[in-house]
């Protein structure tokens, strides 16, 4: 069975950082591309980072760029994401995914995902 676990969300100010952590069990962790989404009340979840299988290829939302850092250890099966600078409008809830492909890119879309956690909520207040 697989499992995808989120940690770490919480309240922080304006310009604070939080670090996300994501624990995966029941898969061969290191085959998939692993990614973190977001949803804002009302919004669509939204793609925020993803990183290679060996963890030697990121991409990031435009959003996020620059103040966001995703990172895997492979060996531990965890996939992290720092969070820096933060802005009231990364408020919502945070979700780590695992997609399976044999493709090397990196997917944006919720739909490319296999595995979804059951998220984390990140507030940053103003």
């Known amino acids: 069975q697989v499992q995808l676990v989120e940690s770490g969300g919480g309240l922080v100010q304006a310009g604070g950082s939080l670090r996300l952590s994501c624990a995966a069990s029941?898969?061969?962790?290191?085959?998939?591309?692993m990614g973190w989404f977001r949803q804002a009340p009302g919004k669509e979840r939204e793609f925020v980072a993803g990183?290679?299988?060996?963890?030697?290829?990121?991409y990031y939302a435009d959003s996020v760029k620059g103040r966001f850092t995703i990172a895997r250890v492979n060996a531990k099966s965890m996939v992290y994401l720092q969070m820096n600078s933060l802005k009231p409008e990364d408020t919502a809830v945070y979700y780590c995914?695992?997609?399976?492909?044999?493709?090397?890119?990196?997917?944006?879309?919720?739909?490319?995902?296999?595995?979804w956690g059951q998220g984390t909520q990140v507030t940053v207040s103003s």
């Open positions: 995914a695992a997609d399976w492909s044999f493709s090397p890119r990196i997917a944006t879309t919720r739909s490319d995902y296999d595995y």
């Open positions: 029941g898969l061969t962790f290191a085959g998939y591309v």
């Open positions: 990183i290679s299988r060996p963890g030697d290829s990121t």
